[in-house]
């Protein structure tokens, strides 16, 4: 069985936040407020919080096993089977999301005229020998593009510095708390619960009982990054960070040293690119896991080109336009993570719980 | 290994055994024949010219010949090979016990087949009348060449030796740098009909016994007829064998195998071949240079990330060069765009086809250099290059900047140290440009983490190729991207779980710290 | 299932991968069939439309240039393209209709406004600017008060297009004060801010039709512009941002103590004119500002707006006066002198702007900034910036000059050379 260490979790969780994260978390929370904007980025660590507890119980209650397995073994062979369907949509959504989400942002970057599903085809094609591959070699690839990121973005970073004007964050809490709470429910509820995905991976952990506080470490270090980020992104762009898709991406295209150093969001498209790409391996070795787990099969490598196919064409069925996945994202997704991501598995072990038990012997045989 | 069906005893009578002997060989011109009285009785010794030492079978006729009274004894003919029966490989592992002359190991044969063996093993084989064994000593002198210096992995310091044709000779070679009894080079023989010798390199207590246990299972699925290289053997062993990737090092350094053994690796010698393979092999250790280890360590990491960036080079650039010109012209800056637009103007050619014509006229000229001999193959290099370049941008056919690009690329390869590399990067230039003209930098990012994918999911002997990367494992970065002085080196790499893991211990009562610590 | 079947599948899965990948090329362009264009300018048409100018590099030109000895001088080095149209966009289109390859925008360096298009059609044309994913936020914005094609057609070098060489000419103008390096992060920024003013970079054409920088223009998101003249705009420019390199001609302060702050300051304005009406430049010191820099700071209630400015200089003497030997004496008197001078060209400014309607200086962004209670409190009465009064703390430092301390033929220098020589030396 193959086993990934700690630190490839830590960083495989790290890039399911950020994937989407540096895209579009800063135009996020500045819909809401612009000078408190620094605030809202660390509410992710609320959502890692429950992650977090949720994946305590998880190890605790079921230890090496699936979350989808875990349902299962709580409400028995039916209604277990259903509430892991319920889980895989739940997966396929949330892949069909990202992957819309990166299409769209390929097209608008680097190939305007190039069809939004050839562009989508070409990624999952990558996501899909990926997960071919296995969970290991999605977590050494993370470990494998770590160093290119450290250099390549605080690069980015610095170049961008030049712009930064700190008027931007001025007057500090002028609006009061609630901007500063709505513009942090995002990150909290959407980009904190995908954390639980990390559930899916259990049985290829070399220490699951660290999962917890993995994840409560993921969520620390992408909520400092994406507070950077923010603090960046609005001390550089101001004001129109609020009306923009994709502040960071307008970040690097302001950067301009001399007649060489300018035009570099191709540059940073590209590594845009190369972390969704993780990130949508990451959701998607879940979501093959979990039809491993409904389907009761051997192995899950039987489900990885279908699965690839299906999100692929939910991602164009779901979302009709740009607008579509913003607005699910913004107002669908909070409460759909924190019912299914939370709720769902709460309830399971609170099944489980009640049952008292008998699980623990035959969880197992049972599966 | 070898299937042997009805052995033919060898005939009491020395005449008739060595024409059985000849008949079995015929035609064999170099085939010499020497008869003798021994004690009254008759002896025919046969060998074959040219793959034996005159001198050390004279020394064998000496020892029949004072044989003495022993020799009328019965049995003394076979006593002179004590308990050596058969004509395997093990036999040549030691002295024999019985042998007269300690110098010269002598071994009994006990039928036809084994006696032919022997012969064809460069032996002189005695037939005496009256005994039904034979008695072979190894005189073998086979043609080869002296050792010279290493020309394929060219170091300005260092040791210059490289290995030969000779496994005996290339075991010495090994032997005087490694000299402790834990070194052990476990006999083989591949190839049913070429029967070639073969040495598995260990050190005792050092080599983690499962990479041994797999390395033994590996080589026990080679059927061939002839190994007349390392690397069928190679092909028989190797991880991800559809993986363009090299999984297996080749070195025709003595030096390197005493280094890679020391890292708690093993090594495979085969006579005939003057290289040696070292498993396992990561991708980081094939872009390392014998030469960061002879020069001052600051110097290595600059040196190495170059060849880090090159081996990425090699591959990506053409592609790089493709997409900025078709899909991303936006990267580069004003002055250039319009310089390259202007190069461009008036090719014939799509830049992708310039690219890949480009890129194959390159590769013909790089393989007509190595083809040809060397001195007419540098000239074919310079040649190609320089004048058909120059030429093919006079004539409008490429642009200035594909022909830098793609002489770029070339060069990148040839920085980087080991073959099997550059093979990889010329075969995968080429997809990388057709995926930068299907979809520009997208595509190539695209493949390039597909390849990286690749790259972390290939195993050399349960190795990650790409460790101690990915995974990471950070007690050995220290001999990866950077090279740490060697006194800071004081453990072996962890990757390949030696059993003695300290490099020394020092002996008792010598300082451990440097000397400058206080 | 067969190992054949898996090779198959892989094959066919492979195949239709690549061929869809084929078919979505659509973005494949060479590039020797690109029209790269570096400059765009913008005017109002007769009849309300917008005027595009497309400053485009021509490659025939580039191209010559690569040749050697084919005498490509005669090319020139950019294509001016002209069209009327309703948005940006669709002029685009239609000068790429009339091209022969793909117009390209993505180096476009630099967009010159004319006057009418940011009193007209501002609002349309900064949403296409801003949106459109070719055009990045680093291309500079460039008034003029002549139409922007001429500017853009000012043919003055033969190797460089027009737009790029007033993308230098900016850039060697930011070297005095980075506002005038007006890209559009900046000038977008600053119209979002609550002050809604930009400053932007005044090109015209001069008398022989080359592009000089004219000044500063001060647009309000409104579309109300200020045009100041770069022989005035140093209180502008000290007002909006830290400066670097300025000059400044102070009068030359009288050797015994007069006391200039305040009463002196009409003095020293006509200080620079002789009896005769003429300028006297013996009479007057030229300062060149290092650097400077200034703050703006609300220092009051919404009962009783007020600010407070501070400005802090370091400069050296480029050109003494005759009378003056620079001892510390007089470079503090000469210091003083600077300041005030400082402080009557940046209330002058301020008074221009005021009249024009025009916070350019940012003083409601300095009140946002403190105290947005306050700035909420006073949104009630917009023109309240208008008179709200400014107190200043301006300190000049002087700190040095060059290679002499006091003018070779200045009066000082003549006395002590009379003293060395004698009188009869001199007059023989």
Redesign the interface.
């Known amino acids: 069985m193959a086993q990934i260490s700690r630190y490839q979790v830590i960083l495989m969780l790290v890039w399911v936040v950020l994937g989407t994260g540096i895209l579009t978390m800063p135009g996020t929370i500045a819909q809401f407020t612009v000078h408190d904007a620094w605030m809202g980025a660390s509410f992710l660590l609320l959502g890692g919080g429950l992650s977090a507890g949720v994946a305590w119980l998880h190890v605790r209650l079921f230890p090496g096993l699936t979350l989808t397995q875990a349902v299962r073994a709580a409400f028995g062979p039916w209604i277990g089977r259903f509430l892991a369907v319920w889980l895989c949509l739940w997966l396929l959504i949330t892949t069909a999301t990202v992957g819309r989400e990166m299409s769209a942002f390929v097209t608008v970057a680097t190939l305007p005229n190039t069809a939004e599903y050839l562009v989508g085809a070409a990624a999952f094609a990558c996501v899909a020998y990926l997960v071919y591959l296995g969970i290991e070699v999605v977590g050494r690839v993370n470990e494998f593009i770590m160093p290119l990121v450290l250099v390549i973005v605080p690069l980015l970073f610095v170049l961008a510095l030049r712009w930064f004007d700190v008027a931007a964050f001025q007057p500090v809490w002028a609006e009061g708390f609630t901007p500063i709470w709505r513009s942090g429910i995002v990150p909290a509820f959407a980009y904190g619960l995908e954390f639980v995905v990390a559930l899916q991976w259990v049985p290829a952990l070399r220490t699951p009982r660290t999962l917890p506080l993995d994840i409560l470490i993921a969520s620390a270090v992408s909520s400092l990054i994406l507070t950077v980020l923010v603090v960046e992104t609005v001390g550089v762009v101001g004001w129109p960070v609020k009306y923009m898709n994709y502040p960071v991406l307008e970040v690097v295209r302001a950067i301009r040293l001399g007649k060489l150093i300018e035009r570099l969001d191709t540059v940073y498209a590209m590594g845009v690119v190369a972390i969704l790409v993780l990130k949508l391996s990451a959701i998607h070795l879940s979501l093959c896991r979990a039809l491993q787990d409904v389907c009761g099969t051997q192995d899950a490598r039987w489900a990885v080109l279908p699965a690839a196919f299906a999100v692929w064409a939910a991602s164009y069925f779901l979302f009709r336009n740009t607008a579509g996945v913003t607005a699910f994202i913004l107002s669908v997704v909070p409460g759909y993570f924190l019912v299914t991501a939370i709720f769902l598995p709460l309830v399971s072990y609170a099944a489980a719980w009640l049952r008292r038990r008998p699980w623990r012997r035959t969880a197992a045989g049972r599966l | 290994m070898r299937r042997r069906q009805g052995p033919t005893p060898v005939p009491q009578q020395a005449e008739r055994a060595a024409a059985e002997l000849e008949r079995r060989l015929m035609p064999c011109p170099d085939l010499r024949q020497q008869s003798l009285v021994v004690a009254g009785r008759t002896a025919v010794i046969v060998w074959l010219e040219g793959l034996v030492d005159e001198q050390r079978l004279q020394i064998g006729l000496g020892a029949f010949a004072a044989g003495g009274r022993e020799a009328a004894q019965p049995g003394w003919w076979e006593r002179l090979g004590l308990g050596q029966g058969r004509a395997t490989a093990e036999s040549r592992r030691g002295p024999a016990p019985g042998g007269r002359s300690p110098l010269l190991p002598m071994r009994s044969v006990r039928h036809m087949e084994a006696a032919v063996e022997a012969v064809l093993a460069g032996n002189a084989v005695a037939f005496l009348d009256g005994e039904p064994f034979a008695t072979a000593w190894d005189v073998e002198k086979s043609p080869g060449r002296t050792i010279e210096r290493a020309e394929n992995e060219p170091t300005l310091q260092g040791p210059q030796e490289a290995f030969t044709e000779n496994l005996g000779g290339n075991l010495a070679l090994l032997r005087k740098r490694l000299k402790t009894p834990g070194f052990k080079a476990e006999p083989w023989e591949f190839g049913e009909r070429s029967r070639t010798q073969a040495a598995l390199l260990y050190i005792e207590g050092m080599t983690k016994p499962e990479l041994l246990d797999t390395v033994r299972r590996r080589l026990e699925y080679v059927h061939v007829d002839a190994v007349v290289d390392l690397n069928v053997v190679r092909e028989y062993i190797n991880d991800a064998p559809f993986s363009p990737f090299p999984t297996t090092e080749e070195t025709e350094r003595p030096e390197r195998v005493v280094s890679s053994l020391l890292q708690g690796r093993v090594g495979l010698l085969i006579d005939g071949s003057p290289n040696c393979v070292m498993v396992p092999v990561t991708l980081p250790m094939l872009l390392n240079s014998p030469e960061d280890y002879y020069m001052r360590f600051a110097l290595a990491l600059p040196l190495r990330l170059m060849r880090h960036l090159m081996f990425w080079s090699a591959m990506l650039l053409p592609s790089l060069y493709v997409a900025l010109l078709t899909y991303n012209q936006d990267l580069m800056p004003t002055p250039l765009l319009v310089s390259v637009a202007a190069q461009h103007t008036g090719i014939p050619f799509p830049t992708v086809i310039e690219a890949l014509a480009m890129m194959v006229a390159f590769e013909t000229l790089r393989e007509a250099g190595t083809r040809l001999p060397r001195a007419v193959g540098q000239s074919v290099s310079i040649v190609g290059t320089l004048i058909i370049g120059d030429a093919a941008v006079r004539a409008g056919l490429v642009s200035p900047g594909m022909v830098i690009v793609v002489a770029a690329t070339g060069v990148a390869s040839f920085t980087l140290p080991a073959l099997g590399l550059v093979q990889v990067t010329r075969l995968l230039q080429f997809l990388f440009v057709g995926v930068a003209a299907l979809m520009g930098l997208y595509g190539v990012m695209l493949l390039a983490v597909a390849t990286v994918g690749h790259l972390v999911s290939i195993r050399s002997f349960g190795i990650p190729y790409m460790s101690p990367l990915a995974p990471t494992v950070w007690s050995d970065m220290k001999d990866t991207v950077v090279r740490a002085p060697w006194w800071a080196m004081r453990q072996r790499p962890r990757q390949f779980e030696p059993l003695d893991s300290r490099r020394a211990k020092g002996r008792p009562g010598q300082r451990q710290k440097r000397w400058w610590a206080r | 299932m067969t190992r054949a079947w898996a090779w198959c599948r892989a094959w066919l ?1 492979s195949l239709l ?2 061929v ?13 069939d ?1 029209y ?1 264009m ?1 400059g765009l300018g913008v005017d109002v048409a007769d009849d309300g439309r917008l005027r595009v100018t497309a400053d485009i ?1 021509n ?1 025939d030109a ?2 010559s ?2 040749t050697v000895g084919t005498g490509g001088g005669s090319q020139t080095p950019d294509l001016v393209v002209q069209t009327e149209a309703d948005s940006l966009e669709m002029a685009i289109d239609d000068v790429q209709r009339r091209l022969p390859h793909r117009v ?1 925008l ?2 476009n ?1 630099v967009v010159v406004l004319g006057e009418g298009i940011v009193q007209r059609q501002l609002q349309s044309l900064m949403d296409e600017l ?1 949106r459109n ?2 055009i ?3 291309e500079l914005l460039i008034m003029t008060k002549d139409r922007a094609a001429d500017v853009l057609s000012a043919r003055v070098a033969a190797s460089v297009s027009s737009a ?1 060489r007033l993308q230098d000419v900016v850039e060697q103008a930011a070297d005095w004060s980075p506002v005038l390096r007006s ?1 559009q ?2 000038v ?2 600053r119209w ?2 609550p002050s809604g003013t930009s400053a932007m970079i005044w090109i015209d054409r001069n008398g022989q039709g080359e592009p000089i920088v004219r000044g500063l223009a001060l647009v309000t998101r409104e579309g109300r512009t200020l045009w100041v003249d770069a022989k005035e705009w140093r209180g502008m420019l000290w007002w909006l941002s830290s400066t670097r390199g300025l000059l400044d001609s102070v009068a030359c302060p009288k050797p015994h103590g007069t006391r200039i702050f305040g009463g002196g300051r009409a003095r020293e304005a006509a200080g620079h004119q002789g009896e005769d009406g003429l300028t006297r430049l013996d009479e007057t010191v030229l300062v060149h500002w290092l650097s400077t820099r200034t703050r703006v700071r609300w220092a009051g209630t919404a009962q009783r707006p007020r600010f407070w400015v501070e400005w802090r200089g370091e400069g050296e003497v480029e050109r003494g006066c005759a009378s003056m030997r620079l001892d510390t004496d007089a470079y503090s008197r000469l210091e003083a002198a600077a300041a005030s001078l400082v402080r009557t060209e940046m209330q002058a400014a301020l008074q221009r702007a005021r009249r024009a309607g025009v916070d350019a200086m940012g003083l409601q ?1 300095a009140l ?6 306050a700035y909420q409190a006073l949104a009630a009465h917009p023109d309240w910036w208008q008179t709200a009064p400014v107190h200043y703390d301006i300190r000049a430092r002087l700190v040095r000059s060059y290679m002499v301390t006091h003018s070779p033929f200045g009066e000082y220098a003549r006395e002590s050379q009379k003293k060395s020589l004698g009188t009869g030396g001199l007059s023989r």
């Open positions: 899965s991968l690549t869809s990948l084929a078919a979505g090329c659509a973005d494949y362009t060479e590039v020797d690109l790269v570096t590099i490659p580039s191209q240039q690569q390209y993505s180096h360096a801003e994913r070719s990045r936020r680093s790029l890209d992060l900046h977008m920024r979002l801010s962004n946002y900034q403190a105290d947005a209670k």
